[in-house]
């Protein structure tokens, strides 16, 4: 009798569960966009080394690092999942070795790529000894240009999901150096953080981004601009609720994805938790059947795999950091 209603009151709460489920992806669309996206992910991670015999930066990279971040949230991922990743990332001195067509292939951005997923999956419990981390750290600030920054995708206008472009380069290297702790990369960090303070927000996203860079600084100069930053962007926000990489730009799942990651660090603001409702709402509205996003490209409109990836990836890891 003890045993049967037991499973009645585990039959009872998993049904709960579900209807919980079920209703908050009812009223929040991107709640059901983000388990879909997981989903998606989960298959295509893994694919990539299987069927190529090499890590990519989109897979193994920004896909891998919203997955990791998933787990985080609170999402199963089988551990075959991230398996090869996790070993992959975890060995440093092996990604110069990487085969890839060097023509697409920019080793400081790879580098950039992987040491911002292995910070990902540390953060996750994938993994616990840090000295891949210091020696990934190493590796990035070795890549630094004179300036302080790390130009990638130099010849673009703007940056794109798998491209980077050096703001957002420069912002993920600046969190890999500061999550190491390395004392050797401690010059190389205080470099980048000058770059990014005076780098120019000359489109919605590098706004955005050098908002999400400047998250937690403090001091009136860095209010000021971060003033600055949020009047771009929520000037910017389309009808539909998303954003371009330009205010009279058509919205496009990566901008809008880098504006969420930052607004979610303001959004105790008045009226930026209602922007965010609208930008995750038109993230659901663009999501494809089998759980990805059309990639976002420069220019508009290009059909890429890798920008595919990329895009599901920084889109997914905005799902994930607005939720209520």
Not at 185 to 190: C, E, K, M, P, S
């Amino acid at each position: 009798m003890l045993k049967n209603t037991a499973a009645s009151s585990c039959i009872l709460i998993t049904l709960a569960s579900t209807q919980f489920l079920t209703d908050s992806r009812t009223t929040d669309p991107g709640r059901h966009a983000e388990a879909s996206a997981v989903e998606f992910l989960k298959r295509e991670v893994p694919a990539w080394s299987r069927n190529n015999r090499c890590f990519s930066c989109h897979n193994n990279g920004d896909a891998a690092r919203a997955l990791y971040a998933a787990h985080r949230k609170g999402y199963r991922i089988p551990a075959n999942v991230l398996a090869e990743t996790t070993a992959w990332l975890a060995q440093p001195h092996r990604w110069d070795e990487n085969k890839g067509d060097p023509r697409f292939s920019d080793k400081r951005l790879a580098n950039i790529q992987f040491a911002a997923a292995l910070q990902a999956a540390l953060e996750a419990g994938h993994l616990t000894d840090t000295r891949p981390l210091q020696a990934a750290a190493r590796k990035v600030a070795n890549d630094q240009s004179s300036d302080g920054a790390w130009p990638v995708d130099t010849g673009a206008t703007l940056g794109s999901p798998a491209t980077y472009g050096t703001t957002l380069a420069t912002t993920l290297a600046s969190r890999v150096l500061k999550a190491a702790t390395a004392p050797e990369t401690v010059d190389a960090l205080q470099r980048a953080e000058r770059w990014l303070r005076q780098a120019p927000a000359n489109s919605v996203s590098a706004a955005a981004v050098l908002l999400l860079a400047s998250a937690g600084d403090s001091g009136q100069a860095v209010r000021i601009r971060q003033e600055e930053y949020l009047k771009t962007i929520l000037r910017a926000q389309t009808r539909d609720g998303g954003w371009g990489p330009y205010a009279d730009s058509p919205p496009e799942p990566f901008d809008t994805a880098m504006v969420l990651l930052a607004l979610a660090e303001t959004r105790s603001q008045g009226g930026v938790s209602n922007r965010i409702r609208r930008g995750r709402n038109f993230l659901a509205a663009q999501q494809d059947s089998d759980g990805g996003w059309p990639a976002t490209t420069r220019p508009a409109g290009g059909d890429s795999y890798a920008q595919r990836l990329s895009t599901t990836g920084w889109v997914t890891l905005a799902l994930l950091a607005t939720r209520e």
